[in-house]
């Protein structure tokens, strides 16, 4: 099967030796039981005749199999080849877990990807074995036993809070999915306590403080990713806390949320404050791209400790990830200031932007420092290139960019096309290769990614006594760290 290097004999071994490296690349269907489990499952590993793999949850759900309730399928990690590969179906699947199609349902996922629907459905099945419809149902029914379990939410907000269009709906897919009723799914949780709360606000804002632990691959370099984002904290939109949590304002698509993430050992604890409880999917999403959660970091130190000058710093830190985003739009402006500019005075000018662009937040989410959502495209297009504190061209560039985003000509979100934004965003006056290569790193996930002419990085390379400040050399150099070099620089 295509999904991962490996023969389904292989694939069973991996789960007789309960092997948690493939969970997320795929899924085992024990037909004598009905259900599928990750390759970790501590359960009795059936015998090979009952078993059957799949590539993804829906897959299995398809094929008529329940979820596990032993090994909870649903807490593990996203398949990291999503976030090596970049075609239809990786860009698909992206949007299908940012909740796009419950947003805007099948078509809207296909004109997204400027696809038809027809098209789409023949590369999902193809690739994941599972229609966009059975992707997007078995990801409604995972996020609704997330609320079942971790708030006090009615079973109905719950329903239509996952992105199911009815109530009857939400117990039909629960049933087939778990084999259980969502109130038996509650009954049965193990938790006592609950971190929902819905008070009412002067502005019509309803908070819905939700918590959840999503699941990173083992090892994971939390703290330094937690370092990286502190040290390019935004004021009024990011902070980090005493306790060395990082809290941020997401703009969603039923409007301004707060996440509050600190990175465990082999996880990252988030509580979202959403707007609307159906943007939890979103949140979800992208939080996950914040801090890379799918990336397989035995591959990428494997691949990375082969050169036997960057060996020591692999194992010194191993499981470091390539920051991502949540916000388009704000890496925009991060990579377009931060031009021939030092991390220090690109946080100063982004700052100021906020604090003349973003829209306030309301009193009561105005904590820890948070005070506004990042710039909307359409409010940085329209601004004052006079007011951006930075060289004319540098801002009227950013105008330009924020102009091709607002009108949809350029998208720097989820399921976008990596070579065809790189190729709109060269044709902009004042934005060069080293711009779209680390908006590819950053905004899109492109774990491949060499600024080959980045003075920091040359920097390094010389302190490594590799290839001097010479861009070339340092290309040269590089080429032997493919298809991770996103995470070499990091």
Same mark, same amino acid.
């Given at each position: 099967m295509s999904f991962v290097n490996l023969d389904e004999d292989a694939m069973y071994e991996a789960c007789k030796s309960r092997d948690s490296r493939f969970d997320g690349y795929f899924f085992m269907g024990v037909s004598s039981t009905g259900i599928?489990?990750?390759?970790? #499952?501590?359960?009795?590993?059936?015998?090979?005749?009952?078993a059957s793999f799949f590539s993804s949850r829906a897959a299995a759900e398809s094929a008529g199999f329940r979820a596990c309730r032993r090994c909870r399928s649903d807490l593990t990690p996203g398949s990291p080849e999503w976030n090596v590969r970049s075609d239809l179906a990786s860009r698909a699947m992206a949007l299908i877990n940012d909740g796009l199609v419950d947003r805007s349902g099948i078509t809207g996922l296909a004109s997204a990807l400027a696809v038809s629907p027809r098209h789409l459905q023949r590369i999902l099945v193809s690739e994941l074995g599972a229609s966009p419809l059975a992707l997007s149902r078995s990801r409604r029914a995972h996020t609704a036993r997330i609320l079942i379990e971790s708030t006090a939410l009615p079973l109905t907000e719950v329903a239509f809070g996952a992105g199911f269009a009815s109530v009857r709906q939400f117990n039909e897919t629960i049933?087939? /999915?778990?084999? *259980?009723? %969502?109130?038996?799914?509650?009954?049965? #949780? /193990? =938790?006592?306590?609950? *971190?929902?709360?819905? %008070?009412?606000?002067?502005?019509?804002?309803?908070l819905t403080p939700i918590t959840v632990r999503l699941a990173a691959r083992e090892p994971f370099a939390g703290t330094e990713i937690q370092e990286f984002l502190a040290a390019r904290a935004i004021d009024g939109v990011e902070s980090v806390d005493n306790a060395g949590t990082y809290n941020r304002v997401l703009n969603l698509p039923h409007g301004p949320a707060l996440m509050s993430a600190t990175p465990l050992e082999s996880s990252v604890e988030v509580r979202f404050q959403l707007t609307e409880?159906? !943007?939890? *999917?979103?949140? +979800?999403?992208? #939080?996950r791209r914040l801090f890379d959660l799918d990336a397989d970091p +035995?591959?990428?130190? =494997?691949?990375?400790?082969? !050169?036997?000058? @960057?060996?020591?710093? /692999?194992e010194a830190t191993p499981g470091r990830r390539s920051p991502g985003a949540v916000n388009g739009t704000e890496m925009a402006v991060r990579a377009i200031v931060g031009q021939q500019i030092s991390v220090a005075g690109a946080r100063t000018v982004i700052g100021r932007m906020v604090s003349r662009l973003g +829209?306030? @937040?309301?009193?009561?989410?105005? +904590?820890?420092?948070?005070?506004?959502?990042?710039?909307? %495209?359409?409010?940085?297009? !329209?601004?004052d290139?006079?007011?951006?504190?930075? %060289?004319?061209?540098?801002?009227?560039?950013?105008i330009e960019v924020a102009t091709l985003i607002a009108s949809g000509d350029v998208c720097l979100d989820a399921g976008a096309d990596r070579i065809e934004t790189e190729q709109q965003l060269l044709r902009v006056k004042g934005i060069g290769p080293w711009t779209t290569a680390y908006l590819s790193m950053r905004a899109l996930g492109d774990p491949d990614v060499f600024l080959a002419t980045d003075l920091g990085v040359l920097k390094g390379l010389e302190r490594l006594g590799v290839a001097g400040r010479d861009p070339k050399a340092a290309l040269v150099r590089s080429e032997q760290w493919k298809p991770w070099r996103s995470y070499a620089l990091h």
């Open positions: 599928y489990c990750r390759p970790s #499952c501590p359960a009795l590993t059936p015998k090979r005749s009952n049933r087939a /999915v778990f084999g *259980t009723t %969502p109130s038996e799914l509650r009954r049965a #949780c /193990v =938790a006592t306590s609950h *971190t929902h709360s819905s %008070p009412s606000s002067p502005q019509g804002f309803e409880i159906k !943007d939890l *999917t979103a949140a +979800v999403a992208r #939080c +035995v591959a990428i130190d =494997a691949a990375l400790s082969s !050169d036997k000058e @960057l060996r020591p710093l /692999v +829209v306030a @937040l309301p009193g009561h989410l105005a +904590v820890d420092g948070l005070t506004a959502q990042f710039p909307s %495209p359409e409010a940085l297009a !329209d601004s290139p006079g007011e951006l504190s930075m %060289p004319r061209s540098r801002a009227m560039a950013l």
